[in-house]
């Protein structure tokens, strides 16, 4: 087919980041559609060409004409409209397409697309095109943990979709729980990073799995560390801090997708776990020191992103403090020390290749080259905990990379590409450190 590609069209798609970026953006029935119009607005502010494509299902949650007018291109919901296969054919379609995002994915259509069919235009599309896919499911918190929707997210894991997603929270039936879909900001974050490393497409980086030295990482063990711990003052108060998980389950889901066997230990966060990684929840310290502990015998790589209480309340009262009598000056707390993880993992025998992450306010650089030789850390990932776009509980990160003979700083980009970068900058140390006769390998 011949590339006619437009660029800059429109007001809307000129000069953007993702310009002439070709785009199906499939809907399904569920009640997140509503959203769907604003992750299509944005891809076209960003110069994508989009092409919406509607289930049945999904007329009842939002209006083709909403769609066609942030697309600026008639909507297609049928394999039997003979007019719009006239212009362009399903199968011409299919290759038109550089990515394909279906948000949202209802229970109904992941399970359609996990057994290949292609009875309407949007599964036949995904079956039809070579060009990656990311699905952001949205349903019931039930229906996301019933075993019938893991093992149909498994299985289009295992077929190379990615799965965006999902959020917890408040959901539409007025139950609580992981099944809300992504905020249209985050899933433009996924959808520009995934095209960015299309190799067509001028890319940042290599897409993971196409790069020839992870596959030093195939197979082996990751122990990842995620979220916040809490430590207890009474039933009803604790100490803890704002991490939110996503930077340890972006890395947990890029460990997995260059097929690495993933655990991962979690504080308490309010995010879906990665599909095949085997989760362990915790949380204070102290718990997530005996599960790393219990764990570590068969880990290979481990990677320490949680933002782990340094000091716990010396007792937990076992009944609610009250507020103390009208006079008294402030309430004492004894804090005591929690075990440090990380250097507890540096320190064992036949210790795993080590990553800590270091939390900095000022002088980050010079702070985590420091914190890297003092845990005996292999790699440190540093970043900029004062700023607040970045970091703790937000979607986007900006960090360095340190390790032995090396720094490299990455740029500001979703939580989920520098997870892939990190795996990426990993596997290089790993495979060299294992190298017997290389120089780099010998202690510092
Ligand atoms: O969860 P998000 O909202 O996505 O936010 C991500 C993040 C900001 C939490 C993450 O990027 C991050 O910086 N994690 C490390 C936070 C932290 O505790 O940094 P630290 O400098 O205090 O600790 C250094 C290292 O020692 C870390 O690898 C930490 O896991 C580890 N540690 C710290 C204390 C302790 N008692 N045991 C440890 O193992």
């Given amino acids: 087919m011949a590339d006619t590609r437009s660029k800059g069209q429109d007001s809307l798609s000129e000069g953007g980041i993702l310009s002439g970026c070709r785009i199906i953006v499939g809907v399904s ?43 600026g291109r008639p909507v297609r919901d049928s394999l039997w409209d003979a007019a719009a296969e006239a212009a362009m054919g399903h199968i011409e379609l299919a290759r038109w397409a550089d990515l394909i995002v279906i948000a949202p994915t209802t229970a109904d259509t992941l399970s359609r697309l996990a057994a290949g069919r292609a009875d309407d235009l949007l599964s036949t599309l995904r079956l039809a095109s070579r060009a990656p896919v990311l699905l952001a499911p949205a349903m019931n918190n039930v229906m996301w943990d019933h075993p019938a929707t893991r093992r149909n997210l498994r299985r289009l894991t295992e077929d190379g979709c990615t799965i965006l997603g999902p959020d917890s929270g408040p959901q539409a039936c007025g139950e609580t729980g992981p099944g809300r879909m992504q905020e249209p900001e985050a899933l433009f974050a996924a959808v520009r990073d995934c095209c960015l490393s299309i190799p067509s497409w001028g890319s940042l980086a290599t897409p993971v799995r196409s790069t020839p030295h992870l596959d030093g990482l195939r197979g082996k063990k990751f122990l990842i560390t995620a979220g916040p711990t809490r430590e207890a003052i009474d039933p009803v108060r604790y100490i803890s801090n704002e991490s939110s998980g996503k930077q340890g389950y972006a890395l947990a889901s890029a460990a997995l997708r260059v097929g690495g066997e993933v655990t991962l230990i979690s504080g308490p966060v309010n995010i879906a776990p990665p599909v095949g990684a085997k989760t362990i ?18 880990t290979d790589i481990f990677i320490g992103v949680a933002a782990v209480a340094d ?17 008294e000056k402030g309430l004492r707390l004894l804090l005591v020390e929690n075990p440090d993880i990380i250097a507890g993992v540096s320190s064992s025998q036949n210790r795993p290749f080590v990553v800590g992450f270091a939390a900095e306010t000022q002088d980050a650089l010079r702070n985590a080259r420091e914190k890297r030789k003092r845990k005996g850390m292999d790699m440190i990932v540093v970043n900029d905990v004062a700023n607040p776009d970045i970091g703790f509980n937000s979607e986007e990160n900006a960090v360095a990379v340190i390790w032995h003979g090396g720094e490299e700083k990455l740029p500001q980009s979703s939580k989920a590409q520098l997870a892939e970068w990190i795996i990426d900058r990993i596997a290089t140390c790993y495979v060299d450190q294992l190298a017997p006769a290389n120089p780099e390998s010998v202690a510092e």
């Fill in 281 to 298: 929840s915790v949380t204070t310290a102290q718990q997530m020191n005996d599960a790393v502990q219990a764990q570590l015998p068969a």
């Fill in 311 to 327: 000091y716990r309340p010396a007792e937990k009262k076992d009944q609610k403090i009250k507020k103390l009598p009208g006079g």
């Fill in 29 to 71: 029935g569920g009640i997140a559609a509503y959203k769907t119009p604003m992750l299509v607005r944005r891809l076209r502010e960003a110069g994508a060409e989009v092409q919406a494509v509607m289930t049945a299902n999904a007329r009842q949650f939002v209006t083709a004409t909403t769609l066609q007018a942030v697309s």
